[in-house]
Structures are given as structure tokens and as C-alpha cells.
Nanobody, 122 residues
């Protein structure tokens, strides 16, 4: 298990941009597939994006494709989510996750951050 801490969330206007960061503890960060999920009030946790161990492969939910970019820097044990052209529908708590396999499902990820709130206002 790896400890994850998200940061960078806040209140932004529609059309704006935010970059989230997820810092991981330990020396084995590069062995984990990383992902971002989000959860809006009253809704299930939703897949957003994932990235392979070396950053060579990424995959996005259709709802964010073309607007969000996931990246990672294994030298500093950090994964990022750049969010552009934000919409009110993007309002949610965003969670960073780490796991042993590349997946869009929740259950393969065994380490989770506490989440960071992103609110997109009108």
C-alpha cells in the first residue's frame, strides 16, 4: 500500500483550468498504475483517467477526453491531472488511486487518497 495525498482543488469558473497533483510516499511509485476518479454528490465514483507505470499509455473517460490530461513524474513520485475547459458537470471530489493493473474499474486500485474538491461555478 502506498499513501497518496491530492492537492490543487478549489473553486474555478466554467471554462477555466485546474491542475491536480497526487503525491505518493515510498520508493515503489513506478511499480504502480495510477488513476484519477471523481465522485459528485449522490453519484457513484466515476473513472476519469489512468496512466501506465512508465507514463507511456493513457486512457480517458469519454466525458473528459480532449479536455483533461493525466501525466506522471516518477522521479518525484507524483501524478497530475490537468483539467481544461472545465464545465459545471466536472464538479466533484477527485480521488487519486494506485494499483497493480491498468483498469477503469474501482476495485483493482488498492490505495486511495482522501480526495480534493473541485467546484466549477457559473
Amino acid at each position: 500500500q502506498v499513501q497518496l495525498v491530492e492537492s490543487g482543488g478549489g473553486l474555478v469558473q466554467a471554462g477555466g483550468s485546474v491542475r491536480l497533483s497526487c503525491a505518493a510516499s515510498g520508493r515503489t511509485f513506478s511499480t504502480y498504475v495510477m488513476a484519477w476518479f471523481r465522485q459528485a454528490p449522490g453519484k457513484e465514483r466515476e473513472f476519469v483517467a489512468t496512466i501506465s507505470r512508465n507514463g507511456g499509455s493513457t486512457y480517458y473517460a469519454d466525458s473528459v477526453k480532449g479536455r483533461f490530461t493525466i501525466s506522471r513524474d516518477n522521479a518525484v513520485n507524483t501524478v497530475y491531472l490537468q483539467m481544461n475547459s472545465l464545465k459545471p458537470e466536472d464538479t466533484a471530489v477527485y480521488f487519486c488511486a494506485a494499483g497493480p493493473a491498468y483498469s477503469v474499474l474501482v476495485h483493482p486500485y488498492d490505495s486511495w487518497g482522501q480526495g480534493t474538491q473541485v467546484t466549477v461555478s457559473s
